[in-house]
């Protein structure tokens, strides 16, 4: 052993073969021919001459034509195995031969193997279904594993492992923000209308389209923005903008293709499609229709698409005006006048109302406005426009009949109606007053039931109808509500148009909606049961109907609120005039809001249009054919609300489960391997590049950092990788006890079912690092006669140390003359070496004829120049000779 005794062993062992009864021949002649014969010297005539012999030129290689013919004892196996040998079609896996897997190997003993697409997924191999963005796209009994962006089954995932952020604990933060754009001269920030999302040019990641303005009443500008980064991924041209009150809808119109189209207004009135060119940042307007009541549609109201009759292809309706893909008036259904109609409150929604078949069998939407509702061959449902001015419409079962309501609000007032256009609810006058926005509906206050909400002039207000009577039902209204059919209202300020739009989401999933509102001066958050302010940040707005958003803008598994600001002097008058520690000069553009621990849940990458409801729209911007029935379902059952996906408290469980200490080196410094396992025994898939920590104290209580690094795949649930890191042992440390501790996301960045499980450790043996003790055993070469020039040279490999060896391990076997070193045959171990296991070889060599007659030593080295494995030398000589003819 060398000075430290903690070292791998090169070791060497030399056999020296001499011919007895030959001359004395020592060294090498001067100009180094044969091998020490005398220059000019003759072979002696007596002694047969091989036909392989090479001179002393031959370089060095795995096989020379010295005709060295070198095999391990198990001579006939192709592929040992432990104690097995495989067979051709078998490889081996933990010392057990199996079939070759050309794929992922799965099962508890590597059993398995998952061929093509398919994955492993606790111990069982697993085709996945549709590719999806949401588990809302997932037929029922599976869910959307987002590493793989596709469908798997519920039950195969047989451990409980969830997240539940904690309630009513919200820590916003900004993390985007798009201040405007400057063309001609001109900068273009401000934005009165809702932002849209949805993945316009098909690249996976969702895009922001909203308009932005220079001035207070000049045209808008469309821009669409990459939601990840809010890079520019184009923008309009400044001869085509758009009037900057009007909303726009995203999907796909033209179905020719999947990119997505924006559909919007144009300057000159009507309505106008829109492409988007990401390869040179530009959009192009496709068509635009201003015939008839569209010219006047402009002012606050939105279009919608649905496919009306069922065809596979979108309408565009504005209020009441419907257009083809093409942007031509729409027939009608069976060649009704349906296309034709006035605009409207300029903001319709295309729901089943009545629920009756068509002479085919088929069912179709209506298109609902605040006070009546139309059928698709021009005719009116229903017509409440004698008692009722219009309004902006929401669509949901108010009162789980499984029937739709639809909740109106317009002329300072709310007032629901039956799907056959009774008057069930109100109207209930606005508190605060003002004209009303668009309304949402969900489940506020966690009773199972549908509430009501919508924003006024000076109250933002949730209605709910169970809060009537002077002794409401505590369980339906709690805290007994704050007047007739009112849950809550408090203060805001709207003094502009008093007709802003609002969203609600159930952030961190505990069953009741949080509202989502900005009024003139703030973005604020709102508890769902009570109105308390949970989160508020200035924004200025001179306000339209446009509303905050929530949506899942970047891809990354979490909702996000996603809202845009204008600094028109009428909005920072008011703000900066009421509010004195207001922001001088406002805020504009387009802004990101997420939660600084990542603890809203995941929700949809689409919010595509203003009147939005969960089944409109697909994830991939597709408007389907046939929409499910969003008022049928308790999940979907809302409006403005985007869905909490089956699922979304899954979670992943992030674990070391293995820290090893392998193959020390030698030299001047010890390095070592170090294997770090990660493995997620969640319920839901994490990304590569997961955060690993690794550092190292010794027994005194020293610490170092080893490394941080990070995974490099996907981790399905139960799927573990083990990341290999190469450290040098600093000095003094490999004969002492050390220990390695490897964290795997050390921030806690990643919310986890169990994150108290993150670490894991690895020793080393007592006394210090081990390190491999090879050497060479029953080195042999047997006694010939010195005529024959064919040599049979046997020698055993044996591990003495306490860690085990590679497999091809590399023993080169040399002949030695004098100063002349002579390959005979590179030889390398057939499996890996355990601890205490002895392989065996034998190598049949062709000696030169020079070297018949001669005096020469064998010399077996192990891994000479550390491929493998090696550090120190071990060397042994034994006597030998070569018998003279008789």
């Not at 060398?2 to 001359?23: D, M, N, P, V, Y």
């Not at 028109?568 to 939660?595: K, L, M, S, W």
């Not at 091809?808 to 355990?834: F, H, K, M, N, W």
Request: charged content about 20%.
């Amino acid at each position: 052993m060398t000075r430290h005794g903690f070292r791998f062993l090169l070791c060497l062992a030399i056999f020296s073969q001499a011919c007895s009864g030959c001359e004395d021949q020592t060294g090498t002649t001067p100009d180094g021919s044969d091998f020490g014969m005398d220059a000019g010297q003759d072979m002696p005539t007596d002694l047969p001459v091989p036909d392989s012999g090479t001179d002393q030129d031959q370089p060095d290689s795995d096989q020379t034509d010295m005709g060295a013919d070198a095999e391990p004892d198990a001579e006939t196996c192709e592929s040992a195995c432990g104690s097995d040998c495989c067979e051709a079609t078998e490889e081996c896996v933990q010392d057990a031969c199996l079939p070759i897997c050309e794929g992922t190997r799965c099962g508890a003993s590597d059993e398995l193997c998952c061929e093509g697409a398919d994955v492993c997924i606790f111990d069982a191999c697993l085709a996945p279904g549709q590719e999806c963005q949401s588990s809302f796209e997932c037929p029922d009994g599976e869910y959307c594993e987002p590493t793989l962006a596709a469908c798997i089954p519920k039950d195969a995932i047989n451990v409980v492992c969830e997240y539940r952020p904690p309630v009513g604990v919200f820590t916003p933060s900004p993390e985007q923000h798009f201040p405007g754009i400057e063309r001609n001269g001109n900068f273009y920030s401000g934005s009165l209308t809702a932002p849209t999302v949805a993945d316009v040019d098909g690249d996976g990641m969702p895009e922001v389209v909203v308009q932005l303005y220079r001035g207070s009443l000049s045209g808008a500008m469309l821009v669409v923005l990459n939601g990840e980064d809010f890079s520019l991924v184009a923008a309009g041209a400044v001869e085509e903008l758009i009037p900057n009150t009007s909303g726009l809808a995203v999907g796909n119109v033209d179905t020719s293709t999947p990119e997505l189209e924006i559909v919007g207004t144009a300057v000159e009135g009507g309505i106008a499609l829109y492409r988007v060119n990401p390869a040179d940042q530009t959009i192009t307007r496709i068509w635009h229709n201003n015939e008839g009541a569209l010219g006047n549609f402009d002012y606050e109201g939105a279009p919608t698409l649905a496919d009306l009759d069922g065809d596979g292809v979108p309408e565009i309706i504005a209020g009441f005006s419907v257009l083809d893909a093409n942007g031509a008036i729409w027939n009608g259904l069976n060649g009704g006048p349906a296309g034709a109609q006035n605009s409207g409150s300029g903001m319709t929604v295309a729901v089943d109302i009545d629920r009756v078949a068509d002479d085919q069998g088929n069912f179709h939407p209506e298109i609902v406005a605040g006070n009546r509702v139309m059928k698709l061959d021009g005719t009116m449902l229903w017509d409440q426009s004698a008692n009722f001015g219009d309004g902006y419409p929401a669509v949901a079962d108010l009162d789980g009949d499984g029937l739709p309501e639809i909740a109106a609000v317009g002329q300072g007032s709310l007032r629901v109606f039956s799907h056959d256009g009774t008057l069930v609810f109100g109207p209930i006058d606005l508190p605060g007053g003002g004209q009303g926005g668009p309304p949402t509906i969900a489940d506020f206050d966690g009773d199972g039931q549908r509430e009501i909400s919508a924003a006024g002039r000076g109250q933002y207000t949730v209605f709910d109808p169970a809060c009537t009577g002077d002794t409401p039902d505590p369980t339906l209204c709690p805290g007994g509500g704050q007047g007739e059919g009112i849950l809550w209202t408090v203060t805001v300020q709207d003094i502009s148009s008093s007709r802003t739009g609002s969203s609600v989401f159930d952030f961190d999933g505990d069953g009741r909606a949080e509202v989502v509102y900005n009024d003139e001066c703030f973005l604020r958050v709102f508890d769902g049961i009570t109105g308390a302010v949970l989160f508020e940040t200035a924004n200025s707005t001179r306000t339209g109907a446009e509303m905050p958003i929530v949506v899942d803008v970047d891809a990354d598994f979490n909702a996000e609120i996603v809202v845009v600001g204008n600094n028109d002097q009428i909005a920072r008058d008011n703000c900066e005039t009421n509010f004195p520690n207001y922001p001088v000069g406002g805020t504009a553009g387009v802004f990101v809001f997420g939660d600084a621990n990542d603890n809203w849940v995941s929700t949809r990458r689409v919010w595509n249009q203003h009147p939005f409801h969960i089944t409109n729209i697909q994830d991939n911007g597709t408007v389907p054919a046939a929409p499910i029935l969003h008022y049928q379902n308790p999940v979907t059952n809302s409006f403005r609300l985007n869905v909490q996906p089956d699922g979304v408290f899954n979670a992943p469980d992030l674990t070391i489960s293995g820290v090893e200490i392998r193959n020390p080196t030698c030299g001047e410094s010890v390095t070592v391997e170090i294997a770090v396992t990660v493995t997620n025994a969640g319920s839901l898939g994490v990304g590569a590049g997961t955060p690993v920590s690794v550092t190292a104290t010794n027994g005194q209580g020293e610490s170092v950092d080893v490394a941080d690094v990070t995974t490099s795949a996907a981790l399905l649930p139960s799927q573990s990788e083990t990341i290999l890191i190469t450290w040098t042992v600093p000095a003094g440390w490999d004969a002492a006890d050390f220990t390695i501790d490897g964290v795997v996301d050390p921030d806690g960045t990643i919310n986890e079912c169990d994150d108290a499980n993150n670490s894991g450790s690895g020793a080393t043996s007592a006394g210090g690092l081990t390190f491999d003790d090879l050497k060479i055993t029953n080195l042999d070469v047997d006694d010939v006669t010195c005529s024959i020039g064919t040599v049979t040279i046997t020698f055993a490999i044996q591990n003495d140390g306490a860690m085990p060896v590679p497999q091809d391990l590399p023993i080169v076997v040399e002949a030695l003359r004098g100063a002349t070193v002579i390959p005979i045959e590179t030889v390398r171990t057939s499996a890996a070496l355990q601890p205490g296991g002895t392989e065996s070889f034998t190598v049949t060599w062709s000696t030169p004829a020079s070297l018949i007659a001669s005096s020469y030593d064998v010399r077996v080295s192990i891994d000479p120049n550390g491929e493998v494995t090696a550090c120190s030398t071990d060397s042994q000589t034994e006597p030998g000779q070569c018998l003279p003819l008789q």
